[in-house]
């Protein structure tokens, strides 16, 4: 059964996630992405399932809205949702919104079975209107090794995308589950509510180690020539001998020296 990956947009450079990078690489024969404005009645009609992603408050408004379209248009279409922002507030987007499903925390398994279309309640971590499964898969530092980069199910990005887009994907952030930043002033920021991530993982954030930073990015350059890379922790990451064909945009978002950034 073929999913249609549906990505809320006000176009602005940060409005997706990094994991769409690497979220369907091995099943980008069974997905497609596009964005909410793209969305027509035949598209809607074309598939049965869809995910939609919510990762920013900003987006949703025109969450609301695709939602309503796909039921107007395909009443019997099963939504999951996902995203920074849903995971925060999923309980209330499940009482304003026609949504079926949410998956809790760490979705790379999850969202493969989902697309392989095993049953929802048989899906680890996933919640549904009427169940709750335990959080029974977490991510761990030693899965980086086994993700990969595949954008070829969502042409609407490289369609779109502007020259001077600061975030770019492939997208790489150090810290998964939460931000390891160590520095004040974060409390507007989602990735520092570590009490609510924590519960939401079921872990606590984890830290990617300078190896597996190094064959990201090894991986990245295989197939894309550019990319962003967000520092999230401080920045010990050894870089002497390596080089990367990338032309990448860098954000440090850490206590960092002048040294370190060299």
Same mark, same amino acid.
């Given at each position: 059964m073929k999913t249609?990956?549906?990505i809320p947009t006000l176009l602005l450079d940060c409005s997706f996630s990094a994991p769409l990078a690497w979220m369907f690489a091995k099943h980008a024969d069974k997905v497609k992405g596009a964005y909410g404005f793209e969305l027509t009645r035949d598209m809607v009609l074309e598939y049965e399932q869809f995910i939609l992603e919510l990762n920013w408050f900003v987006e949703l408004h025109e969450f609301g809205l695709i939602v309503d379209f796909i039921r107007k248009n395909n009443p019997s279409a099963k939504i999951p949702f996902g995203g920074m922002y849903a995971g925060i507030c999923y309980r209330d987007i499940f009482q304003r919104y026609s949504v079926d499903y949410f998956i809790l925390g760490d979705n790379e398994l999850p969202l493969r079975?989902?697309?392989?279309?095993?049953? /929802? !309640?048989?899906?680890?971590? &996933?919640?549904? %209107?009427?169940?709750?499964?335990?959080?029974?898969?977490?991510f761990t530092e030693e899965q980086y090794g086994d993700l990969d980069f595949d954008l070829s199910w969502f042409p609407s990005y490289f369609k779109y995308r502007r /020259?001077?887009? #600061?975030? #770019?994907? /492939?997208?790489?952030?150090?810290?998964?589950?939460? &931000?390891?930043?160590?520095?004040?002033? &974060?409390?507007? &920021?989602?990735?520092s509510k570590y009490d609510v991530l924590r519960g939401l993982y079921n872990r606590p954030p984890i830290t990617m180690t300078n190896s597996s930073l190094m064959r990201l990015l090894d991986r990245a350059q295989q197939k894309f020539n550019e990319a962003s #890379?967000? #520092?999230? !922790?401080?920045?010990?990451?050894?870089?002497?001998? %390596? %080089?990367?064909?990338?032309?990448?945009?860098?954000?440090v978002d850490s206590q960092t020296s002048f040294d370190q950034i060299a």
């Open positions: 249609l990956v549906v079975m989902f697309v392989e279309s095993v049953s /929802p !309640r048989k899906i680890p971590n &996933c919640v549904g %209107r009427e169940f709750a499964n335990p959080i029974s898969y977490t /020259p001077n887009d #600061l975030f #770019l994907l /492939p997208h790489i952030i150090t810290t998964k589950g939460g &931000c390891n930043a160590v520095h004040d002033g &974060c409390d507007y &920021c989602m990735g #890379l967000y #520092l999230t !922790r401080a920045a010990d990451y050894d870089f002497s001998g %390596r %080089r990367f064909e990338l032309d990448m945009t860098i954000e």
